[in-house]
Each structure stands twice: as C-alpha cells, then as structure tokens.
C-alpha cells in the first residue's frame, strides 16, 4: 500500500504564491516519476508538472514560468512552487507517484482557490 499526502493549498489573491508538498509513504518500492495535477470544477483531470527520478521536468504551457516542481528522493517528497497565481489556477490538485514497475498512486487532493 502507498500512501500519498498533499498539504499547503488553501485561497490567496490573484498574483500571489503557494506552496504544495506530497509526501510518499508505505511500499513505494522505487518511485520513477512524481507529478502534479489538476481538476477545475466542471473540467477534466489535467497535468500540471512532473518530475523523474533524475530531475527531468515537464510542464503545461499555462503554467511555465509561474510553477517550479522539485522533489527529494532521499525524503519521498515533491513540492510545486505556484507563484503569479491566476484564478484559472483554481482548482483541485493532485500529486501522482507512478513506481518504476509501473503501479500508479494518487494522493487525496488539496484545493487551491485564486480570487481576482
């Protein structure tokens, strides 16, 4: 069993940051790519940004230059730094572990609310 835990969303005005953490726990095995994402109310689940073990990054083009994913592999742990908030980032975001064979987990969610 994996278990996944999100924590640092909360409401901040437009052009304001946060910072989420999702800390991995349990039969994590050996985690190969941790990532983010996200669901608007009304809309499909959507990537935010992920992370390889090796540190390689990707990000949606609505978020580049405003996210910063990271992670310490020693602690299980990423974090996405979301700053120049905008209220289309609005939403439920969810961290992602996928295990180098292949099993993926998903964390609970942590809402995030940007008001204009």
């Known amino acids: 069993q994996v278990q996944l835990v999100e924590s640092g969303g909360g409401l901040v005005q437009a052009g304001g940051s946060l910072r989420l953490s999702c800390v991995a726990s349990?039969?994590?095995?050996?985690?190969?790519?941790m990532g983010w994402y996200r669901q608007a109310a009304g809309k499909q689940r959507e990537l935010v940004a992920t992370?390889?073990?090796?540190?390689?990054?990707t990000y949606a083009d609505s978020v580049k230059g405003r996210f910063t994913i990271s992670r310490d592999n020693a602690k299980n742990t990423m974090v996405l730094q979301m700053n120049s908030l905008k209220p289309e980032d609005t939403a439920v975001y969810y961290c992602k572990l996928r295990r180098i064979d292949g099993y993926e987990y998903w964390g609970q969610g942590t809402q995030v609310t940007v008001s204009s």
């Open positions: 349990g039969n994590i095995f050996s985690i190969n790519v």
């Open positions: 992370i390889t073990r090796g540190g390689s990054t």
